[in-house]
């Protein structure tokens, strides 16, 4: 088998084929886990925060089979860390989604309606202003939902020690290997880099936010970027406010801001609202936006003002491959034994592991209870327009909702133009907010 990309989703789909008797050839253009795998804000997430989403697309039955598969991957997540002696700073602590202005309350209420709906209310579980504060008591936070199984990772820790199991059990790993080219060959497929070419009788595809730079995939998805900055030792800020008990947290903005602490008593603050990425320039990275990584320091001075005054220490980004359904898209390219994974919209630390175990089922053409998960060939909901119409689009939309975000924060309604803008997406069936 051939593997396309050496993020967790490459990785994962690897070690699964691996663990399935099968011969792995995973090719990599840099090195594994340096692109976002290796660098996000090591939330492993379960889906619960989309269930109502979920609902929507799938109706009740295949959303309850999917959420459900969401949770027990965290738990296979931390499971497998521990039986492969992988130190990823595996944290099963929770996570709190609290609203931080009137606008925004509905977002989490209604994840805990779904929850309820679907029968498992403990999945999600509504917290009043209080309860929220007892978790961390910043001025802004309002009411919120707490989602028992989210857990954290050191990404980089989980991203290294997964490419050190996967060459130990067998897998050839060959970085900077960037393929060019993918085209049917004889038994199967041939993935053609400028080195060499590996021909196997199937190939997994995933190379993330590169994704749109594939003529067969690139309207499917649009590339955004997340910036983090994380400040020096603060575990006084971390005292004053409570915030004890490690859950990793966002607020409940479409832009979401998202902050966790670390183990050496730093907080780590992102923000998905960065620039878009235009075309296909994307290959892994995105070039450090000294602007928005001022602008995010702003915001987490919002959310935290005892951090004012303490020092910002390491800041990084990276590109997010941005699903229009926002849901991850999984399946196989038509009339090839090629198979997909990509879309996760920021969410993919999680979902990438069950991503990894469909795609290796898809690879060695099993039909499993997995492949039968709705996500697989759900299809992307709508269709992104090429360039220039998708970058200029998404930026207007994008400056737009940067604005009703902040005129909502304020506790005040956006201008009418602001909100028709913002709604624009929608209208064509793209689903930015969760
Ligand atoms: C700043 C930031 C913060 C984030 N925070 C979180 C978070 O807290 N929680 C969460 O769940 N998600 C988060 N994410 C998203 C998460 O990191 C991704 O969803 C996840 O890592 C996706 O993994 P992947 O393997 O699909 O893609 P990637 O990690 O992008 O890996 C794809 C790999 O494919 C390689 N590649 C590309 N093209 C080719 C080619 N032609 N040939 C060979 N190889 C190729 C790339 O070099 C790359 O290594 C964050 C992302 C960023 C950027």
């Given at each position: 088998m051939a593997v396309i990309g050496g993020g967790y989703t490459g990785m994962w789909a690897a070690w699964h084929l691996l663990a399935a008797g099968a011969r792995v050839a995973l090719l990599e253009a840099g090195l594994c886990g340096h692109g976002p795998s290796g660098r996000n804000g090591g939330f492993c997430e379960s889906m619960w925060m989309s269930a109502p989403a979920l609902r929507r697309a799938f109706g009740d039955g295949p959303a309850r089979r999917l959420l459900e598969a969401s949770s027990e991957t965290v738990g296979e997540i931390g499971a497998w860390c521990d039986e492969h002696d992988v130190?990823?700073?595996?944290?099963?602590?929770g996570y709190l989604c609290v609203s931080t202005a009137s606008a925004f309350d509905e977002v989490a209420r209604r994840a805990a309606e779904a929850a309820a709906a679907l029968g498992s209310p403990d999945r999600v579980v509504e917290l009043s202003p209080d309860e929220v504060r007892a978790r961390c008591a910043s001025p802004v936070f309002r009411t919120g939902v707490l989602i028992p199984d989210f857990a954290t990772v050191q990404p980089a820790r989980l991203a290294l020690g997964l490419r050190r199991r996967v060459v130990e059990r067998g897998g050839l790993v060959f970085e900077r290997s960037r393929v060019r080219s993918l085209r049917a060959g004889p038994g199967g497929i041939v993935a053609e880099t400028p080195e060499g070419s590996v021909r196997a009788r199937s190939a997994v595809l995933a190379v993330g936010p590169a994704a749109r730079g594939l003529p067969a995939l690139r309207s499917r998805l649009t590339v955004t970027s997340s910036h983090i900055v994380l400040t020096e030792p603060v575990p006084d800020v971390i005292a004053a406010l409570r915030w004890t008990g490690r859950e990793c947290i966002t607020d409940a903005r479409t832009l979401i801001h998202y902050f966790r602490t670390t183990r050496d008593g730093r907080i780590a603050f992102g923000w998905g609202g960065g620039r878009l990425a235009y075309g296909s320039r994307v290959n892994g990275r995105v070039e450090l936006d000294a602007a928005v990584v001022d602008e995010v320091r702003r915001h987490a001075l919002r959310i935290f003002p005892g951090l004012e005054g303490r020092r910002i220490t390491h800041a990084w980004g990276g590109p997010i491959d941005v699903s229009p359904s926002h849901v991850p898209q999984l399946g196989s390219l038509p009339g090839a034994p090629v198979h997909f994974a990509f879309g996760y919209t920021g969410n993919g630390v999680g979902p990438s592991h069950l991503a990894g175990r469909i795609l290796a089922s898809l690879a060695l053409d099993r039909r499993d209870e997995l492949t039968r998960l709705p996500i697989v060939e759900a299809g992307p909901g709508a269709w992104v327009p090429p360039e220039p119409l998708a970058w200029l689009g998404g930026s207007v939309v994008r400056t737009a909702l940067i604005r009703r975000e902040r005129v909502e924060e304020q506790g005040d309604r956006a201008d009418r133009l602001t909100r028709a803008i913002c709604a624009a997406p929608a209208a064509v069936g793209m689903h930015l907010a969760r």
């Open positions: 130190d990823a700073w595996f944290d099963q602590s």
